[in-house]
């Protein structure tokens, strides 16, 4: 399980860097997409580490709430990119 929460943690990253080098406005917002996924996909694994007990829940809980929080900035970059005009591409 660790192993999977690492993979899913990590690639929220990797797609966010991925995303500043979007060749157009729905690639960024593509990228930005898969990495709220991913975030989605940290909490499922940290939860399912604190209900089978392998970690306790105290150690688990503030990493719970900072990925919340993550995928509410990341949902509010998407809205606001697809509502958002950029004035220096037509596409993006």
């Not at 943690?9 to 797609?15: E, L, V």
């Not at 060749?23 to 209900?51: C, N, P, T």
């Not at 306790?56 to 929080?69: A, G, H, V």
Request: charged share 30%; aromatic share 6%.
């Amino acid at each position: 399980m660790a192993k999977q929460y690492v993979r899913a943690a990590t690639s929220i990253g990797a797609n966010l860097q991925e995303a500043l080098s979007g060749e157009s406005r729905a690639d960024f917002i593509h990228k930005y997409a898969v990495g709220q996924k991913e975030a989605r996909e940290s909490i499922y694994w940290l939860e399912l580490m604190a209900e089978s007990s392998l970690v306790p829940r105290s150690r688990l809980d503030p990493l719970i709430q900072e990925t919340n929080k993550l995928i509410a900035i990341l949902t509010t970059i998407i809205v606001k990119s697809k509502r958002t005009k950029n004035p220096r591409t037509k596409d993006r």
